[in-house]
Each structure stands twice: as C-alpha cells, then as structure tokens.
C-alpha cells in the first residue's frame, strides 16, 4: 500500500524567509503532484513531476523530485503573505488514475 | 472561477432526505472522481469514473452513489446520510491516457452538513 508522509505538518514563517516541505512516499511511482488548497477553496495544482531530477519553479515556490529516494520537495524562497495556504502532495499508484495525498502541510507566512 | 463546475456550493439535509450533487466539465477529460475531505485533511478518494464507466469503488457506502450520465457529467445522489457524512465532496476531472499524466483538475467543491 502506497503511503505519503509530509513533513511539517504545521509551518509558520516570517516573510522574506526560506524553507523547505518534505514529500516521502513508500513505493515506486512515476509521477508526483504539488496543489494548494486556500482554506474553503478548491485545490489547485501548481506542479507535476515526473522523472528523477525533475525541479519546477513558479515565482518564490520550486519543486524537485528524487525518485531513488521517493522523496520530494516543495522550496519557498523569500515567502509572502499570498503564499498562506495549505500544500498537499500526492503521488500516483501503479493502477489507473489513483492518487495517494500527504497529509498536507497548514503554512502561515507572517509579515 | 475553476474549469470543473459543482452545484450546489453548500447542501443541509436531513438524515432522511434524498438530494444529489452535481458536476460538470468540458476540458474533454474522460477521467472524473468525486473525492471526500474532511477540515484540515487531505481529500479521500471515493469514486473513479473512467470513459463514463465506475473503475474505483473505494468500499464506499451504498448511501452514496454515483452516476456518470455522459462525457461531462457526473453525479453523486445522496439518501440517509449520517452526521458523519458531513464534509466537503470535491469532483475532479483529469485526462485518462496516462503517458500524459496530467494534474486534476478540481472544482471548488460542495459543503455538505447533515443534521
């Protein structure tokens, strides 16, 4: 059974820092995803990661993925108060269209 | 605004009522789900539709059941829900070819309160 772990589950940081949220998963996969969800809202997918090395940056947020060490990570880099949200990972399975989803990660960015 | 459109945004029912939920899509995907999140927890997968046909069933309870009457559409009706069944449903739609392994696509969602 596919298991994904992230870790902080809880981060609270101060604008204009840097800091990293962790993504591990159990079993082989060929494909991992970022989303945000703003809290009420929808989720909204921000990366899709699919080969080992893969890293993805949009604006202060930056994906990579090591896929021998089933591990992923979101990077935020100078973070402002927008970036306030929740961010789940989830990793596909080997059938079908199956996502398996992290706990999620609560950040608040504080001025 | 979101690309998958769920009606209705917010739902109280009774224990005993029947109401469905309703979402739509016109990306063209032919991969649909209907997913339960509780606050502060990931979404749970509850149902895959694949080609308008059920490929995922995740043992969820007959008080819950989908129909996928087209391409575009997708349904969940609702009868004697319990108080725990009270939860936002999120419908998602993706492409099924999985060499493309494109993202979700998530509509904003229906939150549901059973009294």
């Known amino acids: 059974e596919l298991k994904v772990e992230q870790n902080p589950l809880f981060l609270s940081m101060q604008e204009g820092k840097n800091y990293t949220i962790y993504c591990n998963y159990s079993?082989?996969?060929?494909?991992l995803y970022w989303y945000r969800q703003d809290p009420g809202k929808s989720l909204e997918s921000l990366f899709v990661l699919l080969s080992n090395g893969a890293v993805k940056q949009e604006g202060r947020l930056m994906a990579s993925l090591d896929t021998k060490a089933r591990l992923s990570t979101l990077h935020i880099t100078a973070a402002v108060h927008d970036l306030s949200a929740t961010y789940f990972c989830a990793v596909g399975g080997t059938s079908g269209s199956r996502l398996t989803f992290g706990e999620g990660t609560q950040l608040t960015v504080n001025p | 605004d979101t690309e998958v459109t769920q009606t209705p945004k917010h739902l109280v029912m009774g224990m005993t009522n029947k109401k469905s939920l309703k979402c739509e899509q016109h990306m063209g995907h032919r991969a649909m789900y209907w997913y339960k999140q509780k606050a502060k927890k990931p979404p749970e997968l509850m149902f895959v539709?694949?080609?308008?046909?059920?490929?995922i069933n995740e043992s969820v309870p007959s008080r819950f059941s989908p129909e996928c009457p087209n391409s575009s559409l997708l349904n969940l009706h609702l009868h004697a829900l319990q108080p725990e069944d009270s939860a936002l449903y999120l419908c998602?739609?993706?492409?099924?070819?999985?060499?493309?392994?494109?993202?979700?696509?998530f509509g904003d969602g229906t939150r549901l309160s059973i009294l």
């Open positions: 998602a739609s993706s492409q099924v070819d999985l060499i493309q392994y494109q993202p979700q696509h």
């Open positions: 079993t082989t996969s060929d494909r």
């Open positions: 539709y694949s080609y308008e046909k059920l490929s």
